[in-house]
């Protein structure tokens, strides 16, 4: 059985594997990279504040053990919040991608609840706890009062599959660290 919950600051370390597999998906693993970015990412996840706080966060359950997460924010406060968090990981960006925020599009905007990140344990993937956190997304938006979600992915990412099948729609490509993305909406 699947469960949704607001995640807990007990919580910032699964929080933060999952952002850091999310971004680094492509990249050759690192345990020095690893560790700096865990570190750095537990303390801003650890923030009340932060676009990747743990208030900001959803975790799944599966029969009582944590499975997935997602950071799904008010587009409203997107812009505040991420800039609230730059100066603690430009440097970590800068490394990784050559480039940090300075130069690139807002994700979000005011009217949608974005989903930022979403990952999923291996031992979980393909049971449905991705569409649950998705899901749960809708729900939050609805009670809200935001008439859109969206999320962005990667132009080669299979996940495409399944935002469609969940009635997600290509909006427009966005530029973020200098890489397109495609940017998905269900309103």
């Known amino acids: 059985m699947i469960t949704i919950r607001r995640a807990l600051v007990d919580d910032v370390l699964f929080i933060a594997e999952g952002i850091y597999r999310a971004f680094l998906l492509d990249k050759e693993e690192d345990e020095q990279l690893h560790t700096q970015w865990i570190e750095v990412l537990q303390d801003v996840c650890a923030q009340p504040n932060t676009h990747y706080s743990y208030t900001n966060t959803f975790i799944a359950e599966v029969n009582g053990l944590i499975a997935g997460m997602m950071i799904a924010v008010d587009g409203e406060h997107y812009r505040e919040q991420r800039d609230r968090m730059y100066p603690q990981l430009k440097s970590l960006f800068d490394v990784a991608f050559g480039v ?75 530029t973020i660290f200098n890489e397109e993305y495609h940017l998905y909406a269900i309103k």
Request: glycine content about 6%; hydrophobic content about 35%.
């Open 100 to 174: 940090g925020w300075d130069d690139m599009e807002d994700e979000a905007q005011p009217g949608e609840f974005y989903i930022d990140s979403l990952s999923v344990a291996e031992p979980y993937r393909n049971q449905g706890v991705g569409t649950a956190l998705i899901e749960h997304a809708k729900n939050v938006a609805s009670q809200l009062h935001i008439p859109a979600v969206t999320l962005a992915v990667e132009p080669m990412n299979t996940a495409q599959k399944l935002y469609r099948q969940l009635g997600f729609r290509y909006q427009r490509t966005i």
